[in-house]
């Protein structure tokens, strides 16, 4: 027969694909690949928020949550009540909108109040979010300096490590690495359960909030909340929100996640400060002058291996921030100013993109290995800056999410308006108070 | 040229020279004239005013001149077919159909033309570039010349208006606006999907609701699958089935297969029950398989035929044809036992008879064949296609080697 003869003409072929594969295997195999797509699904919706909390737990988190409980021990505990819950409506709102919209938060400020006020806005942003980078890699410098590895190393040696891996586009690769690293966090819960504190005196002060009237306590309150509530992220939050393709219709799941983000992530801020407090404080170490003081908090935990740990935790949330902040920088101010970007484009088709970018990462890291650069006194203020910054954000994002033609049945409870604007008050006023105090000397 | 940074910076004055204010908002009517502004919007002392374009007499840096006394203004207002350039325009993103990309308007260029008595003002284009981005920035701060003598010194980037594809959301503004997109159904399908891929959901919704169902599913292929599920979603479920169907159903079932059941389901339900079924069937196929991988939109010809014959069956169906390189042909039963390049057909003397131009070599993969196999295949043979048979060896589909492109590219 024709047919036959055919098929006996390529043996290999034919056997190469001969059918192997039994019915039961078959469903089995089915079965598998429904299961890796319902975890996919899950991951995804598990992305945006619950990265975007771990992230803001950087350098500038590390080093001032521990600052907070070495200076002033249990006292500023209160704060965590009243930011926790504002962490949570800003994020959720960013999520909303970027759900809703479909765009990023520049993109909105830019169409709905024009070109000069998203420049000015850019203009700080960038200024921000370059103390920022460069608190970054001073957390590299800081933490590679427990082993005596020199900042002229570790900090040239990361800044080209994170510029090469987003434009040659494997960060993605590379941040569930992170992701996972970002573990340790739970290191401080537990050491700060192990380090005995003082838990009738923590929970008074968080029950009974004290404030000392003094410009260091107030540059610390500013610090904490712009460090908790950076305004960096909430641009990256909602232009990650975008980019996963989250829709209004499935934007249930999306809020769960970020509310569990953001309580994760104060919780182990709480931590750190309880921790810090606890072995620190208590023990009259009332000043962080390097690493190595801040890792004394791991060691109820790890005892003689803190150093190492701490390191390890440092090092890996820095690195983790630096490969986010100069190019979700990049991305916002692009968008929002009307250039080219996307890593996907080459270097002449979104030359201002790319500029600004290696510019964040060199200068960065540039400043950070000045002689005498005081290193961990930097990244305190960067965040401070932040504080500094977050109330004119708020603004603009208060606003947005109340226009009715962008977000239709999605804008803002009472409640949340009531939040977000007593936020906008309370922390501008502290700014305004500690801008004129400073000022004065 | 004068931009609309400097119109809405201008002092308006009657007749009589009396300043009334500045204007606010520049309203064209494309359903009257798609170029000239019909009315200006004056903002003077608290009120919003509408300037007819009849009444404008002069526009010049310096002023901005009606012919009528103010008292013969009347209120502004606003409806719906009016094309309101400082909110629907500035700011915006459009879709710069020449340059095939989605930009930002930093400025919008107008040209006045004097006509016995009164100036009329037309859209010309859209600023995208550095000078209309420093024009934005220190309007108001410097005077007007001081900033046009500035701003030349700075990279300038306009798109005409007629390259301008407008993105509005609401249907029925799109419709009372006169946006149609002609000129973006034009493009190329790789290039429209690269546009959409730039945009929000809603605004991929809006343009392809306007597309028709051929341009529509071309341009729907060439989008990454997250996007093009969400557009899929986005639409109405007869559109959307219209478009699964006009796909090519590899394609279509990749897609469907993505889907959440329930809604894949309701769109087979949708469809033409022919075309249904058809895809129905490749759904069954799990991805990674060839059965996966396959098209069933082919041609298979009888063996027993001649040259002549499969090119009658070429003609007789021009759109699998336009995309096919080979005939299939199967015997009685519907069993594959060879195939033919076209070149060969062409080639070959119309009576030769087909079974003479088989290659001795027939390669063929099995539904469940796995993807590796599948490529190892194209990669060793050098194959352009590659039929698929079933359990009867009857040829069930065909894999092309776009799809392998396709899928090896996104391994990398």
């Not at chain 1, 500013?222 to 305004?231: C, F, K, N, Q």
């Not at chain 1, 088709?349 to 290696?358: H, I, K, S, V």
Request: glycine share 6%.
């Amino acid at each position: 027969m024709q047919e036959r003869r055919a098929y006996s003409l390529q043996p290999t072929a034919y056997s190469l694909l001969s059918s192997s594969l039994q019915p039961t295997a078959h469903s089995l195999k089915r079965w598998l690949r429904d299961w890796k797509l319902r975890l996919l699904i899950f991951f995804s919706i598990l992305g945006p928020g619950f990265i975007t909390a771990n992230v803001d737990n950087d350098a500038g988190g590390i080093y001032t949550y521990s600052l907070a409980g070495a200076k002033f021990g249990y006292l500023l505990l209160w704060i965590f009540v009243p930011m926790t819950i504002a962490l949570v409506v800003v994020q959720e709102m960013c999520s909303r909108m970027g759900a809703v919209t479909g765009k990023g938060l520049s993109d909105l400020i830019r169409e709905e109040f024009g070109f000069r006020i998203t420049f000015l806005m850019m203009a700080a942003l960038v200024l921000a979010n370059f103390t920022n980078v460069m608190a970054e890699f001073a957390g590299v410098a800081s933490s590679l300096q427990i082993f005596g590895v020199s900042p002229y190393i570790s900090v040239p040696a990361s800044a080209f490590l994170v510029w090469v891996l987003v434009v040659r586009g494997d960060y993605k690769s590379v941040e569930k690495v992170f992701l996972v690293a970002s573990g340790f966090y739970i290191a401080y819960i537990v050491s700060g359960a192990l380090a005995h504190p003082d838990w009738l005196l923590a929970a008074a002060n968080v029950a009974r909030p004290r404030m000392p009237l003094t410009t260091e306590a107030l540059m610390m309150v500013v610090g904490l909340i712009g460090t908790t509530i950076a305004p960096w992220m909430q641009f990256y939050l909602q232009a990650a929100v975008v980019e996963k393709g989250v829709q209004a219709e499935q934007y249930a799941a999306s809020r769960v996640e970020v509310v569990i983000g953001c309580i994760f992530m104060s919780v182990v801020a709480f931590f750190i400060v309880v921790a810090c407090a606890a072995t620190l404080h208590v023990g009259g170490q009332h000043e962080i002058k390097d690493a190595g003081h801040a890792a004394v908090a791991l060691r109820p935990l790890a005892g003689r291996y803190a150093s190492l740990l701490f390191t390890f935790g440092l090092f890996n949330a820095s690195l983790f921030a630096a490969s986010i902040l100069p190019l979700a920088t990049a991305y916002t101010v692009c968008e929002g100013l009307g250039f080219e970007s996307g890593v996907n484009k080459r270097f002449s088709e979104a030359p201002f993109f790319y500029w600004l970018y290696t510019l964040l990462i060199v200068l960065g890291a540039g400043v950070v290995l000045i002689p005498g650069f005081p290193l961990i006194r930097m990244i305190f203020l960067s965040q401070v800056i932040n504080g500094l910054l977050l109330p004119f954000i708020l603004v603009f994002m208060v606003l947005l999410i109340n226009r009715v033609d962008l977000m239709g049945e999605y804008t803002n409870s009472r409640l949340y308006n009531v939040i977000t604007w007593a936020t906008v008050i309370v922390v501008g006023l502290l700014g305004a108070i500690l801008t004129v105090a400073t000022l004065r000397g | 040229m004068i931009y609309l940074t400097e119109l809405l910076r201008l002092p308006v004055l009657d007749s009589a020279g009396r300043p009334l204010g500045r204007l606010s908002e520049v309203a064209v009517v494309p359903a009257e004239d798609p170029k000239r502004v019909a009315q200006f919007v004056l903002r003077s002392r608290g009120r919003r005013l509408a300037i007819g374009h009849e009444a404008v007499q002069e526009v010049s840096l310096n002023a901005f001149r009606l012919s009528v006394p103010s008292e013969q203004l009347r209120e502004f207002d606003p409806r719906d077919d009016q094309l309101l350039v400082t909110k629907d325009v500035l700011d915006q993103q459009i879709i710069d159909i020449n340059g095939r990309k989605v930009v930002r308007v930093n400025d919008v260029g107008f040209l006045e033309q004097r006509t016995d008595g009164t100036c009329e003002v037309r859209l010309a284009e859209v600023d995208v570039g550095l000078s209309g981005a420093f024009r934005r920035l220190f309007q108001g701060l410097l005077p007007l010349a001081a900033i046009r003598s500035l701003e030349k010194h700075l990279a300038h980037r306009v798109i005409p208006w007629e390259f301008v594809d407008l993105i509005e959301t609401d249907p029925k503004r799109r419709v009372k606006l006169k946006i149609s997109h002609d000129k973006l159904a034009r493009l190329h399908p790789a290039d429209l999907a690269d546009i959409v891929e730039e945009l929000a959901p809603a605004e991929r919704e809006a343009i392809f609701e306007s597309l028709d169902e051929t341009k529509a599913a071309e341009a729907l292929s060439e989008v990454e699958p997250k996007v093009q599920r969400s557009i899929i979603q986005s639409l109405d479920a007869e559109k959307a089935a219209d478009i699964l169907e006009e796909m090519a159903p590899d394609e279509a079932a990749d897609l469907l297969g993505d889907l959440p059941g329930r809604t894949s389901k309701g769109f087979l339900e949708d469809m033409q029950p022919a075309e249904a079924e058809e895809l129905g069937e490749l759904l069954e196929f799990p991805e990674d398989t060839a059965g996966g991988m396959m098209t069933t939109d082919f041609i298979a010809v009888p063996e027993t035929g001649s040259v002549d014959s499969a090119i009658a069956v070429l003609r007789a169906n021009r759109e699998t044809a336009h995309t096919a390189n080979a005939v299939f042909l199967v015997d009685a039963q519907d069993r594959l036992t060879g195939s033919v390049p076209l070149a060969e057909l062409f080639l070959a003397s119309p009576s030769t008879l087909l079974a003479q131009l088989k290659p001795d070599l027939l390669l063929f993969a099995h539904l469940d064949s796995s993807e590796d196999d599948v490529i190892t295949l194209f990669d060793k043979y050098n194959v352009l296609t590659l039929p698929v048979i079933d359990e009867e060896y009857v040829l069930a589909g065909v894999i092309t080697a776009d799809d392998i492109i396709s899928l090896l590219k996104s391994k990398l």
